[in-house]
């Protein structure tokens, strides 16, 4: 019995075909988990933006590493991805991916783009009171009740 997508009690069967849900230096719940402790931020909040963005079946252009002119990069959480001139969503946030600067960045690993983006989602979103799916979609500050 399933219980979420992808998910399962039992986990993956001996005969079920590979996923790839394991790469460079470990499985990908291995690189959620390390994320969240060094980012403060909550892994399952960090595995459900992942899902958002990428989709369940993890499908997602900006994480296959195989874009045309920023190949081997990877931007797990779309950050800075919207279309800008000629560059396409997807080619504005590998490119953004691709410069060094801050958060871990380059993103050349799947890796170092989970951890980049659960750092940079924890310093601009959490640590400011954005820390809800809703208060970060419409940009604004969370606040206590009267």
């Known amino acids: 019995m399933d219980y979420g997508p992808g998910a399962s009690l039992t986990g993956p069967s001996a005969s ?3 996923t790839g849900t394991t790469t460079g230096s470990g499985a990908y719940s291995n690189m959620i988990m390390n994320a ?6 909550n892994p399952y909040v960090l595995a459900a933006m992942i899902i958002q963005e990428q989709g369940s079946a993890g ?10 002119g920023y190949a081997g990069f ?4 779309n950050i800075e991805a ?3 001139g000629n560059m396409t969503a997807v080619q504005r ?14 993103w050349n690993s799947p890796e170092k783009s989970i951890l980049g983006g659960a750092l940079y989602y924890g310093n601009n979103y959490v640590k400011v009171g954005q820390d ?7 940009n604004v500050q969370g606040g206590e009740s009267v």
């Open 36 to 41: 969240a402790t060094q980012s403060g931020v």
């Open 82 to 84: 919207y279309q800008s």
């Open 132 to 138: 809800t799916f809703y208060l970060k979609k419409f």
């Open 16 to 18: 079920a075909p590979s």
């Open 59 to 68: 499908t997602g252009k900006s994480i296959s590493g195989t874009e045309s």
């Open 93 to 106: 946030g590998l490119w953004w991916a691709s410069q060094a600067g801050n958060y871990e960045r380059p």
């Open 74 to 77: 990877y931007n797990f959480f």
